[in-house]
């Protein structure tokens, strides 16, 4: 089974830290993906990279950055925190294919509290 | 650039009583369309996803989905629900980027069972 781990379940963090989120997966997937939930509002995309050193900004980037040095791993980083990032942070990844309907895999969540 | 609705924030049900978990996406010539269950505490899991062939897709659980070219919908059933269906459901639909396949996720339904 494919396996999507975030180091962090739970943090909670002072306004103005810089916060690391770390995403592993383990099945050798190009894509991958960082969104935030928040109620009434759903999944949204903050960044994505779809190879080692790319990236490219999602719908939500502002605030946050990403960095992809192996194929496997995939940071998100909060240069400082604010307490509007309050939410709860997925990662996510795939395979690639054009045309294909890969199916995406997700991690279990951080829940990130900033004070 | 493609979107989703889902049409009810809270859908609340008794048990063994058939469920309907409405969503509607905008129209595009080619379209992959994605639901996920979100169980408390937990990330998303992959219901069941329509890619092209028969209309009417199954999934886990007990799950089907029908997707409705003309309506453009793609509507969730479940004939008889259980207690452990109690989760926040999202649907989503494919969108390439680049290269990537990124997930436009609706806003969410929570449904509850109540016994």
């Known amino acids: 089974d494919v396996k999507v781990t975030q180091s962090s379940r739970y943090l909670v963090k002072r306004t103005g830290e810089k916060v690391f989120l770390e995403c592993v997966q383990d099945?050798?997937?190009?894509?991958m993906f960082w969104y935030r939930q928040d109620p009434g509002l759903g999944l949204r995309l903050i960044y994505f990279?779809?190879?080692?050193?790319?990236?490219e900004k999602g719908d939500i980037p502002e605030g946050y950055s990403v960095s992809r040095e192996k194929k496997e791993r995939f940071s998100l980083i909060l240069e400082s925190a604010s307490t509007n990032q309050t939410s709860m942070y997925l990662c996510?990844?795939?395979?690639?294919?054009?045309?294909?309907?890969?199916?995406?895999?997700f991690g279990e969540g951080s829940w990130l509290t900033v004070v | 650039a493609q979107s989703v609705t889902q049409l009810d924030s809270q859908v609340p049900v008794f048990e063994e009583a058939p469920v309907e978990l409405r969503c509607n996406y905008s129209?595009?010539?080619?379209?992959?369309l994605f639901w996920y269950v979100q169980y408390p505490n937990q990330g998303l899991q992959l219901l069941l996803k329509?890619?092209?062939?028969?209309?009417l897709v199954k999934g886990i659980n007990g799950f089907e989905a029908e997707f409705n070219k003309s309506q453009t919908s793609f509507h969730l059933r479940k004939p008889s629900v259980h207690i452990s269906d109690t989760a926040e459901y999202f649907c989503?639909?494919?969108?390439?980027?680049?290269?990537?396949?990124?997930?436009?996720f609706g806003q969410g339904t929570r449904l509850t069972i109540n016994p």
């Open positions: 996510a990844s795939s395979l690639v294919g054009v045309h294909s309907g890969n199916t995406i895999y």
């Open positions: 099945m050798d997937h190009e894509n």
């Open positions: 990279s779809y190879d080692v050193k790319m990236k």
């Open positions: 129209s595009s010539v080619s379209v992959y």
């Open positions: 329509y890619l092209s062939g028969s209309t």
């Open positions: 989503a639909v494919r969108s390439q980027i680049q290269g990537a396949q990124k997930l436009v």
